[in-house]
């Protein structure tokens, strides 16, 4: 099962909104066969297993190990259950129930009922772990939302543009390293959709995409609540899909969308409805201070992600107050990240 996890993994980026799954054949402790889910609409992660056993003989006496639940629906593919079933396979272990709706536990009793031995539970909060996004759009119809900020060991994120020049500021603000900023980049290509305000914008011009990784690049939203952005910014150059959530217009061009929310709504509620009809299910907010502290405060997140930096500054923004669980700390060049989990 720790093997599914791994072949899993190799799709993440690619396979949303479809969860990320791995599949082992086993015959007396020997692995014949494996695959994953590779890209979304091709072929689920049993197919690929299954295709690739050389003796199918074999299959009658095997044991397959899946980290999610068999579908039992035709999607863009067959269901995997009745391909399970006609493969012969006798007894299959599955980490976690699929909460998707038209599966649902479908394909565990579709399998029983056709006489296989099928065991629920192994390494199963480690699969959740995986799906994290998955499960969490799927259950809630929102996105998965995580926040990511580097700051100071002084508790800066930034610091205050208006107290020096133009150059003194651009060589201050990046706070990590090269290093920091490809994983950062790396993770980027994992997540449906970046979100930063309008004052991120005016200050930083960021390009919001992935180039420092090979992968694709997360849809960009942009909060400017009565568009006051110049178009000269790198958000509008066209080469990606963005979003401008506003209280101005609602308006559709080539890979700009100008998604309209009332000024008494929470801008977050409208996001995330759209970002559910759209099937997108991750969202990752690289700031400023006061988006960041506004998700904090309405407690819409599931994950932040914070670097801490050696560098010092005397003073600048803020960085916002986080709560939730440490997950996970480890050090990259010089930098300590720290992994936070709301509730």
Same mark, same amino acid.
Not at 316 to 319: E, F, I, K, R
């Given at each position: 099962m720790q093997r599914c996890l791994e072949l899993a993994a190799l799709g993440k980026g690619n396979v949303?909104?479809?969860?990320?799954?791995?599949?082992?054949?086993?015959?007396?402790?020997?692995i014949i066969g494996e695959g994953y889910h590779q890209n979304y609409g091709a072929n689920h992660a049993e197919v690929n297993a299954i295709a690739s056993v050389k003796?199918?003989?074999?299959?009658?006496?095997?044991?397959?190990?899946v980290n999610l639940e068999p579908c039992a629906h035709i999607g863009k593919t067959p269901p995997c259950a009745d391909l399970v079933i006609a493969s012969?396979?006798?007894?299959?272990?599955?980490?976690?129930?699929d909460p998707f709706e038209q599966v649902a536990g479908k394909g565990i009793e579709k399998m029983r009922a056709a006489g296989i031995d099928v065991q629920v539970g192994l390494l199963q909060a480690e699969a959740k772990w995986l799906n994290r996004r998955f499960l969490h759009f799927v259950q809630t119809k929102r996105p998965y939302v995580i926040l990511k900020w580097a700051q100071t060991m002084s508790g800066y994120i930034a610091p205050h543009a208006h107290q020096m020049t %133009?150059?003194? /500021?651009?060589?201050?603000?990046?706070? +990590?390293?090269?290093? =920091?900023q490809k994983q950062v980049h790396k993770w980027r290509t994992?997540?449906?959709?970046?979100?930063?305000?309008?004052?991120?914008?005016?200050?930083?011009?960021?390009?919001?995409?992935?180039?420092?990784?090979?992968?694709?690049?997360?849809?960009?939203?942009?909060?400017?609540?009565?568009?006051?952005? %110049?178009?000269? /910014?790198?958000?509008?150059?066209g080469q +990606?899909?963005?979003? =401008?959530?506003?209280?101005?217009?609602?308006?559709?061009?080539?890979n700009l969308e100008y998604v309209y929310f009332d000024e008494k709504e929470n801008w977050l509620d409208v996001l995330?409805?759209?970002?559910?009809?759209?099937?997108?299910q991750s969202l990752i907010i690289e700031g400023g201070a006061c988006i960041l502290k506004h998700v904090i405060d309405c407690g819409l997140w599931q994950e932040a992600q914070v670097f801490y930096t050696p560098k010092h500054f005397s003073d600048?923004?803020?960085?916002p107050a986080i709560g939730g669980k440490l997950e996970q700390t480890f050090e990259l060049d010089q930098t300590i990240f720290k992994r936070y989990i709301n509730g």
């Open positions: 949303a909104p479809n969860p990320m799954v791995g599949a082992v054949l086993v015959v007396d402790n020997t003796d199918t003989s074999l299959l009658k006496n095997a044991t397959l190990y012969g396979i006798q007894k299959v272990v599955v980490a976690q129930l %133009a150059a003194e /500021f651009e060589q201050q603000r990046h706070i +990590t390293g090269l290093l =920091v994992e997540e449906a959709a970046i979100l930063v305000g309008r004052n991120t914008v005016e200050t930083d011009n960021p390009a919001l995409n992935a180039r420092a990784w090979i992968g694709k690049n997360p849809l960009r939203i942009v909060v400017d609540r009565q568009l006051k952005l %110049a178009k000269h /910014f790198k958000v509008f150059d +990606t899909p963005t979003w =401008v959530l506003n209280s101005v217009k609602s308006e559709t061009s080539p995330s409805s759209k970002m559910y009809q759209s099937g997108l600048g923004v803020l960085a």
